[in-house]
């Protein structure tokens, strides 16, 4: 009796491990998919690149429900994460466990660095610049963000009161946040291009268009690779050679 009762716990703690194994390894329910056509997928309600921020956050309003959504366009499939529980979880396995598609790295041939690096790579530019943004030096750089924001603040207050009941576009008030506080954080360069736009500020407004189109574009046809001087044909190639010369002058200057 004591030998079959054993037999049975035994038997009971394996059912129990494989039912919980199972668990583990079920497959996650299928995303909701956005309604396409064959082979272009989604790429004609886009339409224009530029619009794909525009067109997700629509998107997601319709079928992001369950906190994340997908959709194609050529070649590509697409998974958008729109609740902040998913993002969180999904920041968390940034950028070892979770990395950006191969075509984000392959925008812009010779612009390696740490926003580009994803994994090991990421590890070792990583100890590059981590020094300048430990602990100690945050407090340095709460005056420069101060500074920005009231800006920012400033310029959309003006605006309500001048047009109360016209909705502010605040994308590229964003971009322009984000250029100034980095030129100035990381270079002690003030763009200022939240009270008008400077030319480097705008070739980074053009870069990162150039980079989200390439992308978008990288399992169809990716120019900017196959053909000569194909990087030129978007702007992309002379607008990284105004930033590198930029770039350039001001480490000479701090030199």
Request: include cysteine.
């Amino acid at each position: 009796a004591a030998a079959a009762l054993a037999t049975c716990f035994v038997l009971a703690l394996a059912l129990a491990a494989r039912r919980r194994a199972a668990a583990k390894t079920a497959p996650s329910p299928p995303l909701v998919r956005v309604p396409g056509l064959p082979v272009i997928g989604n790429a004609h309600q886009l339409g224009d690149p530029s619009r794909l921020m525009v067109q997700a956050e629509e998107w997601a309003r319709e079928h992001g429900g369950s906190g994340a959504f997908e959709f194609n366009l050529p070649g590509q499939r697409f998974v958008v994460a729109c609740s902040a529980d998913a993002i969180d979880e999904l920041m968390r396995q940034r950028p070892y466990a979770l990395q950006r598609a191969r075509a984000a790295a392959r925008t812009l041939p010779g612009f390696e660095g740490l926003f580009q690096s994803e994994g090991a790579s990421f590890r070792l530019n990583k100890r590059i610049v981590a020094p300048a943004f430990n602990h100690a030096h945050l407090p340095d750089f709460i005056p420069t963000l101060n500074a920005v924001s009231s800006r920012l603040v400033d310029k959309w207050l003006r605006q309500a009161d001048a047009s109360p009941d016209t909705p502010i576009t605040i994308g590229r008030d964003l971009h322009s946040f984000a250029a100034d506080t980095i030129s100035l954080i990381a270079f002690g360069v003030d763009f200022d291009s939240l009270g008008s736009p400077c030319a480097e500020e705008r070739d980074l407004e053009t870069l990162f268009a150039v980079m989200q189109n390439r992308a978008l574009a990288d399992s169809c046809f990716p120019y900017w690779r196959w053909l000569p001087f194909g990087g030129y044909l978007d702007g992309g190639a002379q607008t990284m050679n105004r930033l590198e010369r930029w770039m350039n002058r001001e480490i000479d200057r701090y030199e």
